[in-house]
C-alpha cells in the first residue's frame, strides 16, 4: 500500500482534530482526560508548568484558565504554535523539538506534563533526560498516552499500512527508562477502559461531523480520518493498544 501524504500530527490534522473535538485538544478524551491526568496534581497560582508537544494550546489554556498553575507550551510544529500564540496569548509557547528543550525554555518548572505527545518521541529516553534539565528539585512528571496492551505488537498497531501509534508506553519498561533518564518512577493507572470508550466516542463524532469534515479538508480526508480512527478503534477494542497515565518526580 502507499504511504498516505495525510498525517494527523500535521497542521491540518490537528485542524481536523480540533474541529471533532470541538476545543483545540489533540488528545483522547478532551477534558475529561485533563482533568484526570491532573486528579493528583494540586492547583497552585505560583507554580510553573511545561505541556510538552502543546499542539494548538487548548490544554495549557484549560489549565491556566483553572489556575492550576502559569503555563508554557513547546512544540515542534510551527503551524500549531503560530495559533496558539494568536489564540492563547497570555501562555508563552515556544517552537521547540523535546530535544532542546534544555536551550529552549528560559526557567525550570514545578510539573512537566505530556497529553498524546510521548508516543510520538523516536528518542523517548533522551527526552525524558532533557526534560529533567528543566525540571525543579521534587517536580512532578504527568504522561497521559497510549500504552502498549498485552496484544499488542508492531504489526497489529499498523492502521491503514500506517503505524499510526509508533512508540506507545510500555508499561513494563517506562520505570527503568525513566530512572535511566534521572527521574523517580511512581504510579501507572490504566486507562484503557477509558480509551476504549473515549474512541468509540470519537467515531460516532467523526461520522456526525462529516459534512463539517470535508468542508475543512475535502472528502479524502474525511475518508482518511474516519479510516484511521475506525482502525484504532478496533486495535483497542481488541486489547492492542490502551492508555496510561505515568507520573514520575525529580529526586
Ligand atoms: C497528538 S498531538 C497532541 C497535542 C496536544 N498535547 C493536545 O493534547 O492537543 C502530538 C503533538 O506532539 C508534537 N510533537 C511530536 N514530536 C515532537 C517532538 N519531538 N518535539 C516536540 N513536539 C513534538 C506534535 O507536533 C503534536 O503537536
Redesign the pocket.
Given at each position: 500500500m502507499t504511504p498516505s501524504p495525510m498525517n494527523?500530527?500535521s497542521y491540518e490534522g490537528?485542524r481536523i482534530l480540533a474541529l471533532i473535538r470541538e476545543g483545540?485538544?489533540?488528545?483522547a478524551g478532551e477534558e475529561e482526560a485533563i482533568e484526570r491526568a491532573f486528579r493528583a496534581v494540586p492547583k497552585n497560582g505560583d507554580s510553573w508548568m511545561l505541556?510538552?508537544?502543546?499542539?494548538?494550546g487548548?490544554?495549557a489554556e484549560y489549565l491556566r484558565r483553572r489556575r492550576w498553575g502559569q503555563v508554557e507550551g513547546?512544540?515542534?510544529?510551527i503551524e500549531?504554535i503560530e495559533y496558539a500564540r494568536t489564540t492563547y496569548p497570555e501562555i508563552g509557547f515556544h517552537v521547540?523539538?523535546?530535544?532542546d528543550v534544555p536551550r529552549t525554555v528560559a526557567r525550570q518548572f514545578d510539573v512537566i506534563y505530556?497529553?498524546?505527545?510521548f508516543y510520538?518521541?523516536?528518542e523517548q529516553r533522551d527526552?525524558l533526560a532533557a526534560l529533567r534539565k528543566v525540571a525543579r528539585p521534587g517536580a512532578r512528571l504527568v504522561i497521559f498516552d497510549y500504552a502498549l496492551g498485552a496484544k499488542g505488537n508492531a504489526e497489529s498497531l499498523a492502521v491503514g499500512g500506517q503505524v499510526f501509534i509508533p512508540h506507545a508506553i510500555r508499561v513494563a519498561e517506562i520505570a527503568a527508562m525513566l530512572r535511566e533518564a534521572g527521574w523517580a518512577p511512581g504510579t501507572v493507572e490504566d486507562l484503557s477502559i477509558d480509551y476504549a470508550r473515549w474512541y468509540a466516542t470519537f467515531v460516532d463524532r467523526i461520522q456526525l461531523k462529516r459534512v463539517e469534515i470535508e468542508n475543512v479538508g475535502g472528502a479524502d480526508w474525511y475518508q482518511f480520518v474516519f479510516s484511521m480512527y475506525s482502525g484504532l478503534h478496533d486495535v483497542i477494542a481488541q486489547g492492542g493498544l490502551g492508555g496510561a497515565i505515568v507520573h514520575a518526580a525529580a529526586d
Open positions: 494527523m500530527n490537528k483545540d485538544y489533540a488528545h505541556d510538552v508537544g502543546c499542539g494548538r487548548g490544554s513547546i512544540d515542534r510544529d500549531s521547540c523539538d523535546v530535544l505530556m497529553l498524546n505527545a510520538a518521541f523516536a527526552a
